[in-house]
């Protein structure tokens, strides 16, 4: 059997190996950070944006803005571009003329969307504003680059960002996106953990910012989604105002939202195994592949069905591939076993004799026949939600077990070590998380549960608790 490298204890070399067996993206472009998605690597991630489309067209906008930024309209948020100007890169040139004014490649859209929000919004009527763009930006990364987890080209930025006439239902669509993002991680199996982070940690600029982390295979976690309340910071600085009903000009309330190709990196770390991808039917090219089993005997009756099942699949909704190649079946049962499809679907001329054909599962593995009589359409669907909780509950667990409360920081080191992400009860106070992370080389993710009552202290000031937080080694 294929080596790909064990996926608990040596996530890295596990995940680098079945992007590229799988053939996902080919990290080898000459720029660090930019890889190039592969067609079967480009169809997980067109389903995987399907998926978020359909959610976000219910009541948001899709749009484009262009890519570069002039720099004036970028440096104009001072927290904004304080947190990203070491990230951006710059075009200068065009050919062989300086340009008056250098323009960025968008890190991200505040900049680029909002002078022009301030020119479409004048009155309480125009509000609010909802709208999304599945753009590529990039951030010159100085961390340890890896494929789809930090990039520096983000080829899937999916941000959406809105803007409100109160400062109630700015917070209430924080809450939305939040949903919004549950529903996506949902549907591709992926856990998740949601906290506020903590405001050293915030998006520059924000007031303050939600994320959503998934713990990986080896422990450490992955921020897979964030959901800022950017208040009336951002429509200060670009006078993004409306007059209310009172008559009265005021600056708008706004959010911004936005997950990225983590995402897919997130649903193949959650269900991948050792012999390869394990992909949720949500967002597997194929969620039947048929293997008709070919020998010069009655190779044509075997075929004919093959291509009848294919047909009544497809026009109940499935989506079905079908492996016609001249190589012999345990090669194409490896192939699909790596390239993770849902189900496997076999069929020889004696299994057509028997009036039978075999279907296997990819996650369980499990081999069980089916009757050619049956209403096969409806039991694929049935066994393809199978699959997907079964998915999904293991990811959780998984994910579960990790998990670990302390009352005391001592331990903490080996505790992350060992792949765990800790809960304890926090103060709250900047300079006691900050020592926190000082000390123990571990960061203070966020708080999953804010002003609670609680008899507990800080376990590291001993001042009276406030909240729970997580702390984790991240990537
Ligand atoms: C915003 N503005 O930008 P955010 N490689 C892969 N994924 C990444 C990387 C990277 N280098 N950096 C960030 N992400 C807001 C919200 C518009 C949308 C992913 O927020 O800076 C992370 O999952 O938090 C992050 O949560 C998401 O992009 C949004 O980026």
């Known amino acids: 059997m294929a080596d790909y490298g064990d996926k608990a204890t040596n996530f890295s070399e596990w995940f680098h190996n079945i992007l590229e067996v799988a053939q996902i993206t080919d990290a080898r472009y000459p720029i660090k950070g930019m890889a190039v998605w592969l067609p079967y690597g480009f169809q997980i991630r067109k389903h995987t944006l399907n998926i978020y489309r359909e959610l976000l067209d219910k009541d948001h906008e899709e749009v484009l803005f262009p890519m570069l930024i002039p720099e004036t309209e970028l440096a104009k948020e001072g927290i904004h571009v304080k947190g990203f100007e070491d990230e951006v890169y710059w075009v200068t040139h065009g050919g062989p003329t300086e340009l008056n004014e250098k323009l960025a490649l968008r890190p991200t859209s505040e900049t680029s969307m909002y002078p022009m929000f301030s020119l479409w919004i004048r009155s309480h009527i125009d509000l609010p504003i909802k709208q999304y763009q599945v753009v590529n930006t990039f951030r010159y990364e100085t961390k340890h680059t890896r494929p789809l987890i930090r990039v520096r080209e983000i080829t899937t930025f999916a941000e959406a960002h809105t803007v409100h006439s109160s400062a109630e239902e700015c917070a209430e669509q924080v809450e939305t996106g939040i949903e919004i993002y549950k529903t996506l991680f949902d549907e591709m199996g992926i856990p998740y953990l949601i906290s506020k982070r903590p405001v050293w940690d915030k998006f520059p600029g924000a007031e303050y910012t939600m994320a959503f982390d998934t713990i990986m295979p080896d422990g450490k976690t992955l921020q897979i989604g964030t959901v800022h309340n950017l ?61 008709p089993i070919i020998f010069k005997k009655g190779a044509e009756e075997v075929m004919a069905k093959c291509e009848e099942i294919k047909e009544a699949l497809e026009s109940n909704g499935i989506r079905v591939d ?36 075999v279907i296997g599962r990819r996650d369980t593995e499990e081999k069980m026949e089916i009757d050619l009589d049956e209403d096969i359409p409806a039991k694929i669907i049935e066994l393809l939600g199978e699959i997907d909780s079964n998915l999904k509950e293991n990811a959780w667990k998984s994910q579960e077990s990790h998990l670990i409360e302390v009352d005391s920081l001592d331990d903490v080191a080996s505790l992350v070590d060992d792949g765990k992400v800790i809960s304890f009860h926090w103060c709250g106070d900047e300079e006691c998380g900050k020592a926190i992370e000082e000390e123990t080389d571990v960061d203070v993710l966020g708080i999953t549960e804010e002003d609670i009552e609680t008899d507990k202290v800080c376990p590291h000031c001993g001042k009276p608790a406030k909240h729970i937080a997580l702390m984790a080694k991240t990537y």
């Not at 990196?265 to 090219?285: F, N, Q, R, W």
């Not at 345990?330 to 009036?355: A, C, S, V």
């Open 231 to 291: 208040g009336q910071t951002f429509a200060e600085t670009f006078d993004i105002t409306f007059e209310n009903k009172e008559g009265e000009h005021e600056y708008a309330y706004q959010t911004c939202y936005g997950i990225s190709d983590r995402v897919i990196a997130a649903a193949i770390a959650a269900h991948g195994d050792e012999k390869g991808l394990v992909l949720p039917p949500t967002i597997s090219p194929s969620q039947v592949t048929i293997i």
């Open 322 to 357: 079908m492996d016609t190649r001249d190589i012999r079946p345990g090669k194409k049962f490896f192939d699909w076993e790596l390239k993770g499809t849902p189900i496997r679907f076999e069929l020889g001329p004696r299994d057509l004799e028997n009036n039978k054909a």
